[in-house]
């Protein structure tokens, strides 16, 4: 198995919703990462998690909060968004945190309303 | 800090012609460097990485890439390009022991028949 999965594909919510986005892998790689691409923009970095612990956080507001309940899986939960963080959210999975080899799920775009 | 330039917003090429697309990157040391494709709505799919030795890269679906140090560059290269090859490339330069991934702008690559 050599594939990021990620789920739901498409996600539409309110801005007072709660939601979660779910990434797997099972490579086992021990790093994972969040990516957010606006429309028309090139992807960029929230979140790197090393050993199911959080490694990086691009200074990412709180109402995204992720979470590695195990070297498998990542979850980035969702509450009280706003219409502009509607994007592309990107997962991505490395052997051992470092750019030497990513993997990238195909996403979920997600609307808020 | 490390930075891509893709100057190269939109290109058109027919089909059956060759492609160049340019990217310039900007950091101290031996970037690791990479061109991913991303077709309308779905994740970033990789082409090629460089990361020490023959500067000349070989990646896939018949794509090519050439470092070059004095230039700070990284061209992708096709001599023949598919109606298929229609999406958005971007290159991206990261640091061994870094985590971040960063992308320039991207350039999107329309196919005429």
């Known amino acids: 198995d050599t594939e990021v999965t990620q789920t739901p594909k498409h996600l539409v919510m309110g801005m007072t919703n709660k939601k979660s986005l779910k990434c797997e892998q099972h490579?086992?790689?021990?790093?994972m990462y969040w990516y957010k691409q606006k429309a028309k923009k090139p992807p960029e970095l929230m979140f790197v998690?090393?050993?199911?612990?959080?490694?990086i956080n691009e200074s990412v507001p709180s109402r995204f909060s992720p979470e590695c309940p195990n070297s498998s899986l990542l979850n980035l939960h969702l509450h009280a968004l706003q219409p502009e963080d509607s994007a592309l959210y990107l997962c991505?999975?490395?052997?051992?945190?470092?750019?030497?080899?990513?993997?990238f799920g195909s996403g979920t775009r997600l609307t808020v309303v | 800090a490390q930075s891509v330039t893709q100057p190269d917003i939109h290109i058109t090429v027919s089909e059956g012609a060759s492609l160049e697309l340019r990217c310039n990157y900007s950091?101290?040391?031996?970037?690791?460097l990479f061109w991913y494709v991303q077709s309308p709505g779905q994740g970033l799919q990789l082409l090629l990485k460089y990361f020490s030795g023959d500067t000349l890269v070989q990646g896939i679906k018949g794509f090519e890439a050439e470092f070059k140090r004095s230039q700070s560059s990284f061209n992708l290269r096709k001599p023949s390009v598919h109606w298929s090859d229609a999406a958005e490339y971007f290159c991206a330069v990261g640091a061994g022991t870094a985590s971040k991934l960063t992308f320039g702008t991207g350039t999107r690559l329309q196919v005429t028949l």
């Open positions: 998690y090393s050993y199911e612990k959080l490694s």
């Open positions: 490579m086992g790689h021990r790093a």
């Open positions: 950091y101290g040391a031996t970037p690791y």
């Open positions: 991505a999975s490395s052997r051992e945190q470092g750019v030497r080899g990513y993997t």
